[in-house]
Nanobody, 123 residues
């Protein structure tokens, strides 16, 4: 399985970014997908997750209302729309694949990960 994130970059506070994650190698719709982030010196933090069909989503409380996860099963893609970005959103963002939509906020339950994409928010 190969996951490849893209769309990161440098953005000013208050701005927006859309991250993308391309999935290949296995049947995409067999996996729930999630986004996590990791800032320097910190543990990997849950951001949002989406079920196989995209009918159910779950997001971290600190990001609700600003971040939206979505997926396109025809393109094997998952997205993270990030609005109203803050400096504390600066991190490397990773997408992961979870064979069960269970304990989706726990990184250890994800079987596969991408290499990450850097998001830097400046003031």
């Amino acid at each position: 399985v190969h996951l490849a994130e893209s769309g990161g970059g440098l953005v000013q506070a208050g701005g927006s970014l859309r991250l993308s994650c391309a999935f290949s190698g296995l049947t995409f719709w067999n996996y729930a997908m999630g986004w996590f982030r990791q800032a320097p010196g910190q543990e990997r933090e849950f951001v949002a997750a989406i079920s196989w069909a995209g009918s159910t989503t779950y997001g971290a409380d600190s990001m609700k209302g600003r971040f939206t996860i979505s997926r396109d099963n025809t393109k094997n893609m998952v997205y993270l729309q990030m609005n109203s970005l803050k400096r504390e959103d600066t991190a490397v963002y990773y997408c992961g694949a979870n064979p069960k939509y269970a304990s989706i906020a726990t990184a250890a339950n994800y079987d596969y990960w991408g290499q990450g994409t850097q998001v830097t928010v400046s003031s």
